[in-house]
């Protein structure tokens, strides 16, 4: 059974944003330059996704698990993300004694999907949205949190963004179905965007120009909260989408290294055809080399500072692929027969969700990368037989060329300050070819 993508217009997100204002528990405040990700305008949202990260979807299952299970329930997949800003706080220490620096919000912020929006969602739908991807109704700022303590050196500076991370998210009624977990026959896949867990960016700024990146343990929203650094870590922003055009080079067909299996029970060509039998039955399958790349989104990132830094790309939206190929055989409800797909090194559909960890950078002062990802693409011609006018099966299908996932790629391309440019291969190894993490043969 196929799943029926029928969309509601995405959900517009309403905001209510505060002045943005931090108060400084210290001495001095400097106006200090941001390293932080190139501006874009706000991502356009793609119609469909590119994939349906949603847990456990195209299982196997039974009547009894899916019960067991909670099943059938609305549940939710994190199509994209962005970082919605809702103030910023520069400051150094120009004291000879280190300093114990503290922000304090002076006035709230708010983000939250509208009531009408909300209305569309399905019943109990903050249950499910909570647990599945940290969704939330409204989520923001409060007047009187603080940011801190930072201690700051002699000559150090800092740079603190904060405001709430907004998901773009996909929605099925998930229930099992021809012994499949998978979206329930004739209900809508909603679409929405909203508000979800807060953030804040900070920049720790050393007096001999080199950059930390600190993490901050952020509580939920409430008066007086306070969050908290916690270590290092690195952070990334979106700025896409940008497409990549690739050239093609010469294509050569590419057998099965292992030939797929084939049942007993299907005719050879050439054999005498059974008494009025009008079915179809798998034949063959090749690939088509090289593969070519299924356009994603990028992140832009630029290295302000007189020192080296190492930038950690994540991917922010989701990005991946399903085979788009025709069968006329039944024998599981159009789908090719098991293993085919991967005997090309393809699969049937797969995923890199939101959040995935790319390949580190090495940046120069002054440098600026593009890092661009998106789906690899196998290109699969696979042919049927059917019973001829001579009385033998002879006829062989010409479905014509489809594609199916096969992995996924990451590349940054790094801009000097001369204008040169250097390629640098990103993409994380377990995503890079099948077997994949998230592939599914349903």
Same mark, same amino acid.
């Given at each position: 059974? /196929?799943?029926?993508?029928?969309?509601?217009?995405?959900?517009?997100?309403?905001?209510?944003?505060?002045?943005?204002?931090?108060?400084?528990?210290?001495?001095?405040?400097?106006?200090? @330059?941001?390293?932080?990700?190139?501006?874009?305008?706000?991502?356009?949202?793609?119609?469909?996704?590119?994939?349906?990260?949603?847990?456990?979807?195209?299982?196997?299952?039974?009547?009894? @698990?899916?019960?067991?299970? &909670?099943?059938?329930?609305?549940?939710?997949?994190?199509?994209? /993300?962005?970082?919605?800003?809702?103030?910023?706080?520069?400051?150094? =220490?120009?004291?000879?004694?280190?300093?114990?620096? !503290?922000?304090?919000?002076?006035?709230?912020?708010?983000?939250?999907?509208?009531?009408?929006?909300?209305?569309?969602?399905?019943?109990?739908?903050?249950?499910?949205?909570?647990?599945?991807?940290?969704?939330?109704?409204?989520?923001?700022?409060?007047?009187?949190?603080?940011?801190?303590?930072?201690?700051?050196?002699?000559?150090?500076?800092?740079?603190?963004?904060?405001?709430?991370?907004?998901?773009?998210?996909?929605?099925?009624?998930?229930?099992?179905?021809?012994?499949?977990?998978?979206?329930?026959?004739?209900? =809508?896949?909603?679409?929405?965007?909203?508000?979800?867990?807060?953030?804040?960016?900070?920049?720790?700024?050393?007096?001999?120009?080199?950059?930390?990146?600190?993490?901050?343990?952020?509580?939920?929203?409430?008066?007086?909260?306070?969050?908290?650094?916690?270590?290092?870590?690195?952070?990334?922003?979106?700025?896409?989408?940008?497409?990549?055009?690739?050239?093609?080079?010469?294509?050569?067909?590419?057998?099965?290294?292992?030939?797929?299996?084939?049942?007993?029970?299907?005719?050879?060509?050439?054999?005498?055809?059974?008494?009025?039998?009008?079915?179809?039955?798998?034949?063959?399958?090749?690939?088509?080399?090289?593969?070519?790349?299924?356009?994603?989104?990028?992140?832009?990132?630029?290295?302000?500072?007189?020192?080296?830094?190492?930038?950690?790309?994540?991917?922010?939206?989701?990005?991946?692929?399903?085979?788009?190929?025709?069968?006329?055989?039944?024998? /599981?409800?159009?789908?090719?027969?098991?293993?085919?797909?991967?005997?090309?090194?393809?699969?049937?559909?797969?995923?890199?969700?939101?959040?995935?960890?790319?390949?580190?950078?090495?940046?120069?002062?002054?440098?600026?990368?593009?890092?661009?990802?998106?789906?690899?693409?196998?290109?699969?011609?696979?042919?049927?037989?059917?019973?001829?006018?001579?009385?033998?099966?002879?006829?062989?299908?010409?479905?014509?060329?489809?594609?199916?996932?096969? &992995?996924?790629?990451?590349?940054?391309?790094?801009?000097?300050?001369?204008?040169?440019?250097?390629?640098?291969?990103? !993409?994380?190894?377990?995503?890079?070819?099948?077997?994949?993490?998230?592939?599914?043969?349903?």
């Amino acid at each position: 059974m /196929r799943i029926r993508e029928e969309y509601e217009k995405a959900m517009p997100l309403k905001r209510r944003p505060g002045r943005r204002v931090l108060a400084a528990a210290a001495s001095a405040v400097l106006a200090v @330059s941001a390293m932080m990700q190139v501006p874009a305008a706000h991502a356009v949202i793609p119609p469909k996704p590119q994939g349906y990260p949603i847990a456990h979807l195209y299982e196997s299952c039974t009547d009894a @698990s899916a019960h067991a299970q &909670g099943y059938p329930e609305w549940h939710y997949g994190e199509t994209g /993300r962005r970082y919605l800003s809702d103030g910023t706080i520069q400051f150094t =220490n120009r004291t000879d004694q280190v300093v114990p620096y !503290t922000g304090t919000i002076e006035t709230e912020s708010n983000h939250a999907i509208s009531a009408t929006s909300a209305a569309k969602l399905p019943s109990g739908w903050n249950t499910t949205a909570k647990s599945d991807i940290g969704l939330k109704l409204s989520n923001g700022w409060v007047e009187g949190e603080t940011v801190g303590p930072v201690k700051l050196k002699p000559g150090e500076s800092i740079r603190v963004e904060y405001g709430v991370l907004e998901k773009d998210f996909v929605s099925m009624f998930v229930t099992c179905s021809d012994g499949v977990l998978q979206n329930s026959n004739g209900a =809508n896949v909603i679409r929405g965007t909203g508000p979800a867990e807060r953030y804040a960016f900070v920049y720790l700024i050393h007096a001999d120009g080199s950059i930390s990146d600190l993490a901050m343990q952020i509580p939920s929203r409430h008066a007086g909260a306070n969050s908290k650094p916690m270590g290092s870590d690195t952070y990334t922003a979106m700025s896409g989408p940008s497409l990549e055009s690739v050239a093609k080079p010469t294509d050569h067909v590419v057998e099965p290294a292992v030939a797929p299996q084939k049942d007993p029970s299907w005719p050879a060509k050439g054999q005498t055809c059974r008494a009025r039998d009008i079915a179809w039955y798998p034949y063959d399958i090749s690939s088509i080399q090289p593969t070519y790349r299924k356009p994603g989104y990028s992140t832009d990132f630029l290295n302000w500072s007189k020192a080296p830094y190492d930038y950690h790309p994540v991917t922010d939206f989701v990005v991946g692929a399903q085979y788009n190929g025709y069968a006329n055989w039944m024998g /599981r409800y159009g789908r090719l027969p098991a293993g085919w797909l991967d005997s090309v090194g393809a699969t049937n559909r797969a995923y890199m969700p939101v959040g995935t960890a790319l390949g580190a950078v090495h940046l120069q002062p002054g440098e600026r990368v593009r890092v661009t990802y998106g789906t690899t693409m196998t290109r699969v011609n696979y042919r049927e037989i059917h019973c001829g006018r001579d009385g033998k099966y002879s006829l062989v299908s010409n479905y014509g060329t489809a594609s199916a996932p096969s &992995g996924f790629w990451a590349e940054a391309t790094v801009t000097s300050r001369d204008g040169s440019v250097r390629k640098i291969d990103v !993409t994380p190894d377990k995503y890079r070819q099948v077997p994949l993490p998230t592939q599914s043969d349903r």
